[in-house]
Structures are given as structure tokens and as C-alpha cells.
């Protein structure tokens, strides 16, 4: 039964770096899309992008320019980063195995906030 | 892009009666069409995937159909742990999307 945990920083001043990690258990990284998915409060679900286990990735475009997916296997880990962070960037933001999402991690809520 | 707009925003229904969500795709996603159940303060779970395979442990009350750009999700009897927000996802394209939800309230 695969499992995702991720943790990272849940308040960041703008301008600030998000930096998340999710660390995958009881899987394999090949076959999937490994995905990170943000949910502002109260709004619905934002995907944000992918990596799959070639290094290929997809980003949404609306944030491509802030944002970098990357994946290390021998810790069996994946990242998000996203740079330049304002207001409209605080959600919960999730990892995830994709292409269709049947693990999700566990949320984490970022704030940005001065 | 592929925009996903669903139907209604809002459902009202009774314990025990039928519930029809729909969801329809800017452009054909093909048969690559997901939804997802959301109650608060959790992360959605996976009901339904490529259209109309129910995910594991999914109870058969939940069914998809559709094709192309017109989907549905139907539950067929609701009881109360199925009254949450509903979500279709695309991913037949990049850059993947979802629809705004459905929220499926106590009548």
C-alpha cells in the first residue's frame, strides 16, 4: 500500500520560496506521474504539475515560470518549489501519485503572509 | 487547456434517492476522466477513474458514464457518509484540470 507523507514550511512571507517534500513508502516510482495539487481555503482543486519517473515534466501554465518539480529516487522522495510567492499562493497544497490521483498525501496548509 | 465545468454547484438530496452529478469537458478527453470525493478537512479519495472503473474499495452505488466531453457520476441511493463535495479531474491532456466541484447537501 503506497503512502505519501510531506512536510515542509506552512508560512512564508511574500516573495519568499515554497519548499515542500513528500516521501513515497510502500511503492515503486516507475509507472506514475508524481504530482503536486494546491487547494486555496475554501476554493477547489488547483493541479500545479507533475514528474514521472523519467524526469519528464509538466507544469500548469499559469505557473511555470515559479515553479520546479523534481524527483530523488534514492530517497525515495519528490519536491515542490515554487518562487516569488504572494497571497494568492496560500493553500493547502498536496502531493499526490497521479496520472488520475488514487494516493494523495496528507496536505500541507501554506500561509504567505507579511 | 482543457476547461472542466460541472453541474449543478449545489445538490440537494434526500437520504436514499439518487443523486446525478454531470461534468462536461471544454474539448474530448477521451475516456480519461476521474472523480473524487471530498468531505471537509480531508483529502479527496478516488471514486471513479477512466470514466467508469470504480476505484478500490469504492461501494457500487457510485457509477460513471460518459465519453468525449459529457460525463456523469451517479449515486444511486445516498446515504449519509456520501454527502461531501465532488470533483472531476481530466487527464487526458496537459496541462491536467478539474472541474469546480459539486456539493452534494442534506435536503
Known amino acids: 500500500q503506497v503512502q505519501l507523507h510531506q512536510w515542509g514550511a506552512g508560512l512564508l512571507k511574500p516573495s519568499e520560496t515554497l519548499s515542500l517534500t513528500c516521501g513515497v513508502s510502500g511503492g515503486s516510482f516507475s509507472g506514475y506521474y508524481w504530482s503536486w495539487i494546491r487547494q486555496p481555503p475554501g476554493k477547489g482543486l488547483e493541479w500545479i504539475g507533475e514528474?514521472?519517473?523519467?524526469?519528464?515534466?509538466n507544469y500548469n501554465p499559469s505557473l511555470k515560470t515559479r515553479v520546479t518539480i523534481s524527483l530523488d529516487t534514492s530517497k525515495n522522495q519528490f519536491s515542490l518549489k515554487l518562487t516569488s510567492v504572494t497571497a494568492a499562493d496560500t493553500a493547502v497544497y498536496y502531493c499526490?501519485?497521479?496520472?488520475?490521483?488514487?494516493?494523495w498525501g496528507q496536505g500541507t496548509l501554506v500561509t504567505v503572509s507579511s | 487547456e482543457i476547461v472542466m465545468t460541472q453541474s449543478p454547484a449545489t445538490l440537494s438530496v434526500s437520504p436514499g434517492e439518487r443523486a446525478t452529478l454531470s461534468c462536461r469537458a471544454s474539448?474530448?478527453?477521451?475516456?480519461?476522466l476521474a472523480w473524487y470525493q471530498q468531505k471537509p478537512g480531508q483529502a479527496p479519495r478516488l471514486l471513479i477513474y477512466?470514466?467508469?472503473t470504480r476505484a478500490t474499495g469504492i461501494p457500487a452505488r457510485f457509477s460513471g458514464s460518459g465519453s468525449g466531453t459529457e460525463f456523469t457520476l451517479t449515486i444511486s441511493s445516498l446515504q449519509s457518509e456520501d454527502f461531501a463535495v465532488y470533483y472531476c479531474?481530466?487527464?487526458?491532456?496537459?496541462?491536467?484540470?478539474f472541474g469546480q466541484g459539486t456539493k452534494v447537501e442534506i435536503k
Open positions: 474539448q474530448s478527453v477521451g475516456s480519461n
Open positions: 499526490a501519485r497521479g496520472p488520475y490521483i488514487s494516493v
Open positions: 514528474m514521472n519517473y523519467s524526469g519528464i515534466t
Open positions: 479531474q481530466q487527464y487526458n491532456i496537459w496541462p491536467r484540470s
Open positions: 477512466i470514466t467508469s
